[in-house]
């Protein structure tokens, strides 16, 4: 016998749950163990039998039977319950007390150091969750942001009441990068799992799935017929091999596959408007994969900011949802959602790939009037293209814009509306000539008329973007009231979103980002903000030291370039190289990078050049190289260790002119408020985002190393580049950085 008692009065349990809609009302308690009540139902024709876990919700059908049980059947029916994975779980009165045992008891068994703003951040989220309201959150690096929302999430899941006749709903976790979704699914989520499973906590493992878009996967089809078509005596023998090794194993996710080109992935991807006239749709590996990912069994959907959107803008049209029904989101990395919904929001028309479908949609061959016509409308509708990108183009020679512009000012005057109505009419009655048998090429068309018009020449900003590669010319539109459409689609949905990064605000402020994610306009009751410093010790660990001997920015000076390039190379000689020097823009990189690249033989100079992210990999395996680096290398790039000890910034990384800041300037009655309130707020985040590279673990030491005379003790940006930056020493002279580093480094670093 088990000296547990068991409970016979659990009349009271069943009304509880029968008013919170867990129970039918003909639902009839017979006894309580622990936890788990065993329940029995009379169906008309027979005796149903579950067990419930009163406090967790979670519940298993056990049996069915003609006749009722007999209480001499009970103790069978214990070792039963007994044995499943939700009984006698560890009680815990509130969420939080469950988040202070996790974070205090359980994980530090497990070599996890306890940080009490790590667990009062998780707190915070959960108490969010469950209110249904938005967070906002910015978290330095090193406390455990991640550790912190997943624990939140557990305890959202465990202390949501559930029953037989609830629907389960995933919590949606949204990233910027790849590397953090693959660390939560590969790493953050089987590891938690495996502890709290191991403690009891959990009955069975988290599960989760990674949504991405179609272009992500394989075409079993498409990759058939690909590699019917290859000549093996021109394609590259790996590559080759590569493709037919996929024949077999049928791996759909073609991120995880190796030796395969960007091109072939293209090849043989899974494209729109192809799938539903497929032989093998119901065989096909992605379809089924497809099938169980929108199912809602997964504790967790992971993805990126686009797909989280695009599925957002599908249920604000009334389509078919990309992600099951939610309640709950997590946004990660959330600094880069309004670019993600600029994207999602805006038009882009490409040049190439309206002079490529127009290709595709132009007949060979002139067999019949119809394709006699047909060809004759793709002849003027290339030349349309032809001339609306010049008279774009021509506009941008006239700004005669900087060579780091990304976004070229355009005016959309009556011609450009005019090109492109004619541009749609024609594509209209293009349509109509190419066969209903080509799903794909009539869907591209018809996306491409949509968006055409969708542009309001009132309503939009709009620019042009170009490369130095022919045909690469991007029109580009976005709604001018975005964050007007982001209050009405996303926040006033029902939905808790916790928004969180390492740089959401100023200061402890979060107004800029509120204001460009349009989450000033909704109830502010609803929003919690919460700031939490970096546990590493940076007093002890980082010297800031700026630079009293260069004068005022201007690349077009000889002089200001000649002070900055000496100065750099002082800095680079104090820390034996090992730096990472971070530019705004391309120009003065080389020229700095031009003047340095002969001085120094015994520390490697690397110079990125665009869209060379190769130039990484070799800082990192240089030993002691300097990266001359602008772009990308401002945020989301992890060289922890010696190598990289000094940060050098040379300017205040304040945004560039662009269509989107005029639009932005003009809002404002004077230039000092649009300053305070948009540009200086964007240079102080940015500049977070630099400084973020240098400390990246609690074993990290090293310099940050500020060229701008405006950051300068005398400067106009002194105090609040002081504030944005965390407590650390200061250096006066470039003799103290290196005192400083002697004191950190090993001897070995300075060899």
Known sequence: MDSIKINYEVQEIIKNHVLMGCFDVDVVGLFLIR????????????YTYRVFNVNSGENKYLFHRKNPIDEGSYQDLIATIKSLPFYNIKQFKTGCE??????????????YTVREDQVGLSKHMFKVMQENNISLSDVAVGLGKTHAYIVACIANIIFTKKSIFTKKMPIIISTSSIELQKAIINDYLPEISKILVEDGLLSSALTCVLRKGKDHYLCEKRLTNYVETLDITTKRSSEYEALKTLIVTKTINLDEVKNISNYDKRKICVKNSNCFDCKKYRTCSYQKFMVQARKTHFDFQICNHNYFLADLLKRTKSMVSLLPDNRKVIIDEAHKLLGAAQQMYGVSLIQNELTSLIKKATPKYEISKSNKYCRRICIEVNKRIDRLYKTLL????IENESDDTEKYKITFNKEIEMMLKRLMIDLKDLIKRIPYTDRKLLSDLSRIIEAIKSINKEEDICWLEKTNMKGQCVFVSIPKSLNETLENDLWQSYKSILLTSGTLAVDEDFSYMKKQLGLNRINQNRISEICKVSPFDFNSNCMIYISKGVPFPNTDDENYINKVSDEISKLIKASNGHALVLFTSYKPLRLVYNSLKEEFT???????????????NKFRNSGNGVLFATGSMWEGVNIPGDILSQLIIVKLPFPIPDPISDYESRQYDDRNGFMQEVLLPKMLIKLRQGVGRLIRSEFDSGVVSILDSRASIYGKYHKSVMRA?????????IEDINIFLKEKKEKSYFK
Do not use: H, W
């Open 35 to 46: 936890d788990c009540l065993l329940t029995q139902k009379f169906t008309g024709k027979s």
């Open 394 to 397: 021509n506009q941008v020679i």
């Open 98 to 111: 469950l988040i202070e045992y996790i974070f205090k008891y359980v994980f530090i068994k497990y070599g």
């Open 602 to 616: 015994d520390i490697p100079l690397i110079e990125m050049s665009r869209g060379r992210n190769e130039a990484v």
């Open 725 to 733: 930056l965390p407590e650390c020493k200061i250096g006066i002279l």
